[in-house]
C-alpha cells in the first residue's frame, strides 16, 4: 500500500529563513504527489502537485518542491519565510499502483515562523 | 465555481442523537470523498464514489456511519446514534477523472458530540 511519511511534527524557523518540510513516498511506481496546506480553522488549499513531468515543481505562496525518486523524497520549501506561511502542511500521495486515485495523507507538520 | 460545499459548519449535538452532515460537490466532479480529521488519527478516508456510486467505504469507522449521494450534487455523512469520540472535523472533497488534478476539499464541519 502507498503511504507517505512526514519527518517533524512541527517545524520552527524565524521570519525570512529557509523552510524545509521533509516528505518522503513509499510507491512501488511513481506517484502524484501533492502538498497541501491547511490554515487554522479552513479546509485543505492545494499548494502544488507533482504528476510526472518536471520534477521540480513550484507552487503558489512562494513554495516549491522537488522530486526525487532515488530518494523517494518530495520536499517542500521557501526560500524566505513569511509570518503568513505559519499554517500545518500535508504531503499526500495518489496513483502509482492504485488506479483509483484516492488520496492519502502523511501526519502533517504544523509550521512556526517566529518574528 | 463556488467550491466544494458543507454544511453546518459547526456543529453541536447530545450523545445518542443523529447528526448528517452534508456536501455539494464542484459541478462536473464525478468522484466524492469523505475524510475525517483528528488530533490523533490525522486525515482518515471515510469512504468515496464515483458516478454517485459508493466504491470502498473501508475507512468508515462503525456501522454507526453511513454515506448516501442521492445524484452527482450532493451527498450525506449520517451518524446514528452519535458518541463523543466521533467528535471531529469532517472534510468533503471532490475531483474530476485521473488523479492529475488533485482534490478540492470544502472548509469542513466541525462536530462536538457531548
Known amino acids: 500500500a502507498q503511504s507517505v511519511t512526514q519527518l517533524g511534527s512541527h517545524v520552527s524557523v524565524s521570519e525570512g529563513a529557509l523552510v524545509l518540510l521533509r516528505c518522503n513516498y513509499s510507491?512501488?511506481?511513481?506517484?502524484?504527489l501533492f502538498w497541501y496546506v491547511q490554515y487554522p480553522n479552513q479546509g485543505l488549499q492545494l499548494l502544488l502537485k507533482?504528476?510526472?513531468?518536471?520534477?521540480l515543481v513550484k507552487g503558489i505562496n512562494g513554495f516549491e518542491a522537488e522530486f526525487k525518486k532515488s530518494e523517494t523524497s518530495f520536499h517542500l520549501t521557501k526560500p524566505s519565510a513569511h509570518m503568513s506561511d505559519a499554517a500545518e502542511y500535508f504531503c499526500?500521495?495518489?496513483?502509482?499502483?492504485?488506479?483509483?486515485?484516492?488520496?492519502?495523507f502523511g501526519s502533517g507538520t504544523r509550521l512556526l515562523v517566529r518574528p | 465555481d463556488a467550491g466544494v460545499i458543507q454544511s453546518p459548519r459547526h456543529e453541536v449535538t447530545e450523545m445518542g442523537q443523529e447528526v448528517t452532515l452534508r456536501c455539494k460537490p464542484i459541478?462536473?466532479?464525478?468522484?466524492l470523498f469523505w475524510y475525517r480529521q483528528t488530533m490523533m488519527r490525522g486525515l482518515e478516508l471515510l469512504i468515496y464514489?464515483?458516478?454517485?456510486?459508493?466504491?470502498?467505504d473501508s475507512g468508515m469507522p462503525e456501522d454507526r456511519f453511513s454515506a448516501k449521494m442521492p445524484n452527482a450534487s450532493f451527498s450525506t455523512l449520517k451518524i446514528q446514534p452519535s458518541e463523543p469520540r466521533d467528535s471531529a472535523v469532517y472534510f468533503c472533497?471532490?475531483?474530476?477523472?485521473?488523479?492529475?488534478?488533485?482534490?478540492?476539499f470544502g472548509s469542513g464541519t466541525r462536530l462536538t458530540v457531548v
Open positions: 472533497a471532490s475531483r474530476g477523472q485521473g488523479g492529475v488534478d488533485g482534490y478540492t
Open positions: 510507491s512501488s511506481v511513481p506517484p502524484y
Open positions: 507533482y504528476t510526472s513531468a518536471a520534477t
Open positions: 499526500a500521495v495518489s496513483g502509482g499502483m492504485d488506479s483509483s486515485y484516492k488520496l492519502i
Open positions: 459541478s462536473g466532479h464525478d468522484y
Open positions: 464514489f464515483n458516478n454517485n456510486v459508493p466504491i470502498d
